[in-house]
């Protein structure tokens, strides 16, 4: 129940990777024969991802993750526009390696607008556009909260900015929607998109940043020519192959899945709020992923409830994963206005392609006990007199 955590690797995904691995280990940027093997295996990887989000192929880049994709875009506009502006708008929710970015290029002299959002989770698109200035060379909004799941509007975001500042860079952190939801780039309108594909059932530490023609971007990794010469080092052909083959069954199977997700999740969701008092369903009720469910329960802490959940054989979440580790609340919960109190006591529930009714069942009759349990546990708990109610 944490595949927006990450997903195992799909057997047909290894399946295709192996032999790149062993007999077809060439270095794609050589000329012989085990070379061009890796060269055509790279190029036709490179055309699967960028069917996936409607893209040509020339403008798909290879990177370590999305963490990478989302520095070089962020870094590379920035030094390659430093010229026009030192502006840059994103929002209070975003991954923390688009957040923690923008506080270094902040450090190093640009201007950061760091814009709200409402209960929900959403951008508002006119804060968007009046928050831009003669300076302003970028706005960069995620599609998906990785958290509590609400979907953006970046569709009107990006017809908004270019309507009033035509050669501002837009870049989507897509990590948490391609593959899961229908992701176009022109219908999106976006310049730059990043994307990673063990959210999609291929391997760790392969993603990549889609950079549209013309898109004025530095590279952010220098030394050999690989990438088109914007981003060196010697490709990981492995992996690559492995996201390519993730993305060709992801764009098969979309819809199939995402409507097999939604059934799944309504019922996690319905299920929770029938069934646990002082409840609250974090995140836009309608425009959320197909896969995502986060709540917050009032009077305990969500890392009890992990530990509890972990005994029970349920992987889930309070947050993203890579701020697991951290005993600060959630500053996504915070941006939507929940008090710290509250905000401590999330779970994040996301479904994957290989859950079933069965599984969602488990956890709604595993959860509530947990939940009495941790409340009955907790001096606030003990002092509240009203009747129990949703929230």
Known sequence: MDHAGTTPVRPEVVEAMLPYFTENFGNASTIYSYGREAKKALEDSREKVAQLIGADAKEIYFTSGGTEADNWALRGVAAANIKRGNHIITSA????????????????????TFLPVDEYGLVDVKHV??????????????????????????????EAIKQKKPDIIFHTDAV????????????????????????????????????????KISPFMTGGAQESKRRAGTENIPGIVGFGKAAELAKSELQE??????????????????????????????????????????????????????????????GSACT??????????????????????????????????????????????????LREMSPLFAERKEQPKNV
């Open 93 to 112: 929710i975003e991954h923390h390696a688009v957040l923690h970015t923008c506080e270094d290029l902040e450090r190093q002299g640009f201007k950061i």
């Open 129 to 158: 556009v009046d928050a831009i200035t003669d300076k302003t060379i970028m706005v960069s909004i995620m599609h998906a909260n990785n958290e509590i799941g609400t979907i953006e509007p970046i569709k009107a975001i990006g």
């Open 176 to 215: 948490q929607t391609v593959g899961k939801i229908p992701v176009d780039v022109n219908d999106l309108g976006v310049d730059l998109l990043s994307m990673s594909s063990h959210k999609i059932y291929g391997p760790k530490g392969i993603g990549a940043l889609y950079i549209r023609k013309g898109t």
């Open 257 to 318: 899945q995402y409507d097999k997700l939604i059934k799944l999740r309504d019922k996690l969701i319905n299920g929770i709020m029938e069934t646990i008092p002082y409840t609250r369903l974090n995140g836009h009720p309608t425009l959320r992923l197909p896969h995502n469910v986060n709540f917050s329960f009032e009077f305990i802490e969500g890392e009890s409830m992990l530990l509890n959940l972990d005994m029970k054989g349920i992987c889930a979440s309070s």
């Open 324 to 373: 697991s580790g951290s005993l600060d609340p959630s500053h996504v919960l915070l941006a939507i206005g929940l008090p710290h109190e509250i905000a401590h006591g999330s779970l994040r529930l996301t479904l994957g392609r290989d859950n079933t009714e069965e599984d969602v069942d488990y956890v709604l009759e595993v959860l509530p006990g947990i939940v009495n349990k």
